[in-house]
């Protein structure tokens, strides 16, 4: 018996998306994407604005960053989280395994406002999403070739996006009921 692995894999993130992670960003707004937690924490911020010890990126918002990073990590914003998310989980991959364009955070072009970084997301996520359905079951299992994932199956890295996607979205979901009960 043959199992659908592309609609499994695919299943795994969509369900997430359009049950929990999706529906818990309505309403987002900029005090509350750029809402810092902590004292000392890592967010974006217009340029020569941040007080971390890098701020890259190549628009008028950058990412707060470090090399290497401080142990223990920062507690990071909604704002950084959705960036990453945008850049080094969706972004990244999407350019190297889908063709969408170069994407890096020395060369982003960070969103300022709630509703630009969720229409940018959306776009990832969709960019992702439809990627992952045009993997057959040879493509699945072909090495991916990128680095740390080199032997590694095509479906180990989907499966490793997936998990980041999750994981960094119950942060944000965490975020924002704190900031919730915080005014």
Do not use: K
Not at 9 to 31: I, K, V, Y
Not at 82 to 111: I, K, M, Q, T, W
Not at 144 to 149: D, H, L, N, R
Request: glycine fraction near 10%.
């Amino acid at each position: 018996m043959s199992l659908p692995w592309t609609a499994l894999l695919l299943s795994q993130l969509t369900w997430h998306w359009e049950n929990q992670l999706r529906p818990r960003l309505e309403g987002l707004t900029d005090a509350e994407f750029l809402w810092r937690p902590v004292e000392d924490s890592w967010s974006i911020a217009r340029a020569g604005e941040s007080d971390a010890p890098m701020a890259v990126g190549s628009g008028e918002w950058l990412i707060d960053s470090a090399f290497p990073q401080p142990e223990p990590a920062p507690v990071t914003t909604i704002a950084w989280r959705v960036g990453h998310l945008l850049v080094g989980v969706l972004g990244a991959r999407n350019a190297s395994h889908f063709g969408a364009a170069p994407a890096s955070y020395e060369d982003d072009d960070d969103p300022g406002t709630a509703d630009e970084a969720l229409r940018r997301l959306d776009e990832a996520y969709a960019t992702w999403c439809d990627g992952v359905r045009g993997l057959d079951g040879a493509a699945l299992a072909a090495p991916c070739g990128e680095g740390g994932f080199e032997q590694d199956p095509m479906a180990a890295l989907v499966l490793h996006i997936h998990r980041e996607v999750i994981h960094h979205g119950a942060e944000i979901a965490l975020l924002r009921d704190l900031y919730l009960r915080e005014g």
